[in-house]
């Protein structure tokens, strides 16, 4: 069975930085893209970023680019989110995704639970 | 700007009737759309992907039709599970994925 489960999330003060993590079981981790995406509260589901299965290939949401960096390590099967910089508008719950294979690629077949950050002005 | 946009923002049904969502896109996508559920409380569920084809354990009532602009997910008969809100996402654009804004299904 497919597992992310992720953690990190906490409140910080505006401008801060925090390191998001994602632990994976149940699948071939260095064989998937894996994604970042978010959810401020009540609102709808935001793309983050993605990193490819050996950390070669990252891209970003342009709300993110500059600040947030997305990094993983397969050998602990692990996926990591640095944020930098935080504004108040990053508050959300962050979901660690993974994407699809075969095909299913570019589309969102598993996800963790999520954890919330609050940005505190 | 690629901006997916999904109608109606609410709909308001009685368990058993058939539920019909859109989503419209800005620019064509294709077929490479998906349709995700997500119960309140829980984590989105991938429903629908390349606007038609049923995910692992999907149920038969979901269905999904469409290409370039305009897509639809039906849901032929309600369950009482199945009230939720609705994403649509497009792959599209690779490598930025975006999503609609939803719908809420909820029960009348």
């Known amino acids: 069975e497919v597992q992310l489960v992720e953690s990190g999330g906490v409140v910080v003060q505006l401008g801060g930085s925090l390191r998001l993590s994602c632990a994976a079981s149940g699948f071939t981790f260095d064989d998937n893209t894996m994604h970042w995406v978010r959810q401020a509260p009540g609102k709808g589901l935001e793309w983050v970023s993605l990193i490819s299965w050996n950390g070669g290939s990252t891209h970003y949401a342009d709300s993110v680019m500059g600040r947030f960096t997305i990094s993983r390590d397969n050998s602990k099967k692990s996926l990591f989110l640095q944020m930098n910089r935080l504004r108040t508008e990053d508050t959300a719950l962050y979901f660690c995704?993974?994407?699809?294979?075969?095909?299913?690629?570019?589309?969102?077949?598993?996800w963790g639970q999520g954890t919330l950050v609050t940005v505190s002005s | 700007e690629f901006v997916l946009t999904q109608s109606p923002a609410t709909l308001s049904l009685s368990p058993g009737e058939r539920a019909t969502l859109s989503c419209r896109a800005s620019?064509?996508?294709?077929?490479?759309l998906a349709w995700y559920q997500q119960r309140p409380g829980q984590a989105p569920r991938l429903l629908i992907y390349d606007a038609s084809k049923r995910a692992t354990g999907i149920p038969a009532r979901f269905s999904g039709s469409g290409s370039g602009t305009d897509f639809t997910l039906t849901i032929s008969s309600l369950e009482p599970e199945d009230f939720a809100v609705y994403y649509c996402q497009q792959r599209g654009n690779w490598p930025l994925f975006t999503f609609g804004p939803g719908t809420k299904v909820d029960i009348k």
């Open positions: 620019q064509s996508l294709n077929a490479y």
């Open positions: 995704v993974k994407e699809g294979d075969y095909g299913t690629g570019g589309y969102f077949d598993h």
